[in-house]
């Protein structure tokens, strides 16, 4: 899907709409973006617990293969 969003790279027109896969152990298939610096636990997992989370949203520019993220809608 195009739509009018310019590419900040090369400045085309009409990015193609994807996401970015997560396939990790109980992922829910899409990546998403946690608010603040990467903290570990004890285990050496990143510490989320209270966080905002957002889905990223990804385009990509048909012309140059540049990726533009979005963290957009909260999970």
């Not at 009409?14 to 298939?29: A, I, K, N, Q, Y």
């Not at 949203?57 to 963290?71: D, I, S, T, V, Y």
């Amino acid at each position: 899907m195009n739509n009018n969003y310019t590419c900040t790279h090369c400045g085309t027109v009409g990015l193609v709409e994807g996401f970015v896969e997560d396939t990790g152990e109980h992922s829910r298939g899409y990546a998403r973006w946690i608010e603040g610096a990467l903290e570990r636990g004890i285990f050496g997992g990143a510490k989320r617990m209270g966080r905002p989370r957002r889905q990223i949203e990804a385009f990509r520019c048909p012309k140059c293969g540049h990726l533009e993220l979005f963290a957009n809608g909260e999970v």
